[in-house]
């Protein structure tokens, strides 16, 4: 959750090994101040704030200078608040200028959150308000909300801080995007009627003053009298870790979906804004708590309603767990440039292949379940031939290599590089029977390559409990 990626054996070992009371937070800790932290939460917010490239293989190509910026925003430990106003109010080209500035590309900068949504208003409208508000207002677009209180007016009006913005010169996605007028108006489609900005909140403002509307917009958008900011923000920090909201889905907020548990939601966001909208406090909070640390083994009826967090939720391994929790388990030390996007034309790399086999398009961690078409690909694909071959396998080379170890020292060296755990007593007397036995093909090493293509295939390895 933290890491995105299994721990190696040997922070295993020394985990089960201590005793010290504070073990967990010291682990904890040790995460969020890590590159790990950082490379996984880039992917994690990507993914929050462009859906799109979920799903449109040609958006890819805004990702590597949008991942930069996060990873950079991370790094410094930047709050969250500051960085919803950088993407809030990106800087674009004022009207006749050549627009150099506002070209996404592979440098660090969080323009590629407009030039996914096509600079269309009412689709950053929609975005933002889900996003960072954790509201559906985009059901008012075309009519007022046939189920919450938000009307049309109200939607077109909040669209309106987007009004202004157009591509320029030819490009698609990578084309520059200039400020046309700082005049804020959009006519609602079908009635004639044109509005200005107005906060969800109904506030209005006077003329906008050094740096416009969207300016102003930021201002009220991560206030500490917002009342949808905070509490937006670290329900889909809990979502993120435990599956499942407290608001669920996270983006619903409404009368009809009250939180599970409204104290604790409202402590975060008090929490959330006393702590300057620091990321890493709300995380290390959240794992700190008794529900966090609970199994997801059922053992009470009371235990089947999971928005009570009575025990963890299963969950599926996003693609990029599922890629760096392989690489981490079989020794393989990935090239940088093996973590750039999956882009169309341009040639794969072991990484993307997996991305792209394990690629969902739901949001929903707890619906994340493998096919049987993806495991048989996973099973039989040349990575994992390689890393189960006793000849090219560097973890598998080295429990096999190693003198002096007993068949079940083995056997548990691979348990631990892969599902971070001890076999079973069981477990360990039927593979130990397997291996001395000499396995499928009379050869004990192989034995063991068997066990390790077993573990990497299992659903154990592929799913978050």
């Not at 009371?302 to 760096?324: C, H, K, T, W």
């Not at 079989?330 to 990484?351: C, F, K, L, M, Y």
Request: charged share 25%; net charge positive; glycine share 8%.
């Amino acid at each position: 959750d933290l890491g995105g990626r299994i721990p190696p054996a040997s922070r295993v070992r020394q985990f089960l090994a201590e005793t010290a009371a504070d073990k967990r937070r010291r682990v904890v800790d040790e995460l969020l101040d890590s590159s790990l932290y950082v490379m996984h939460f880039s992917t994690v917010w990507r993914k929050a704030l462009l859906p799109e490239t979920q799903s449109d293989p040609q958006t890819r190509v805004l990702v590597p200078g949008f991942e930069a910026w996060l990873r950079q925003k991370l790094s410094e430990d930047t709050s969250y608040s500051a960085m919803v106003r950088e993407i809030v109010t990106v800087s674009l080209a004022p009207a006749g200028v050549a627009g150099e500035l506002s070209r996404p590309g592979n440098r660090p900068s969080p323009l590629a959150f407009y030039q996914a949504k096509q600079i269309k208003p009412e689709n950053l409208a929609a975005s933002m308000s889900r996003t960072f508000l954790g509201i559906r207002i985009e059901c008012a677009q075309c009519h007022d909300h046939p189920f919450d209180k938000w009307k049309q007016d109200e939607f077109w009006s909040f669209a309106a801080f987007f009004a202004g913005m157009e591509r320029q010169g030819q490009g698609g996605f990578l084309a520059a995007i200039r400020e046309v007028s700082e005049r804020r108006e959009l006519e609602i489609p079908g009635t004639g009627r044109s509005v200005g900005p107005v906060h969800l909140d109904g506030a209005k403002f006077g003329p906008a003053r050094g740096g416009g509307t969207r300016r102003l917009l930021a201002d009220w958008m991560i206030s500490d009298r917002n009342p949808y900011f905070a509490r937006a923000a670290v329900n889909r920090l809990w979502a993120h870790q435990f599956g499942i909201g407290l608001v669920d889905p996270p983006d619903d907020f409404t009368a009809d979906n009250p939180p599970s548990h409204a104290r604790v939601l409202e402590l975060l966001a008090t929490e959330f804004v006393v702590h300057g909208f620091d990321v890493r406090f709300i995380l290390r909070a959240i794992a700190a708590t008794k529900a966090y640390q609970r199994t997801s083994r059922r053992t009470h009826p009371s235990q089947s309603n999971l928005r009570l967090f009575s025990r963890m939720a299963v969950r599926g391994l996003s693609p990029e767990q599922i890629y760096d929790s392989l690489a981490q388990a079989v020794g393989h030390v990935p090239p940088p440039s093996d973590r750039q996007p999956a882009v169309p034309g341009q040639s794969e790399t072991p990484r993307s292949r997996v991305l792209e086999l394990f690629r969902d398009e739901s949001s929903r961690p707890t619906q994340k379940r493998t096919t049987i078409l993806q495991a048989l690909a996973l099973m039989n694909s040349d990575f994992t031939a390689d890393a189960t071959s006793v000849d090219r396998s560097r973890t598998l080379a080295a429990v096999v290599g190693i003198p002096g170890l007993t068949t079940g020292d083995r056997i548990e060296a691979l348990y631990l590089v892969t599902l971070g755990r001890r076999p079973r007593v069981e477990e360990l007397k039927r593979l130990a029977g397997y291996v001395d036995g000499g396995g499928a093909t009379g050869d004990r090493r192989q034995a063991l390559g068997d066990i390790f293509w077993a573990l990497l295939n299992s659903s154990e390895f592929l799913l978050n409990h």
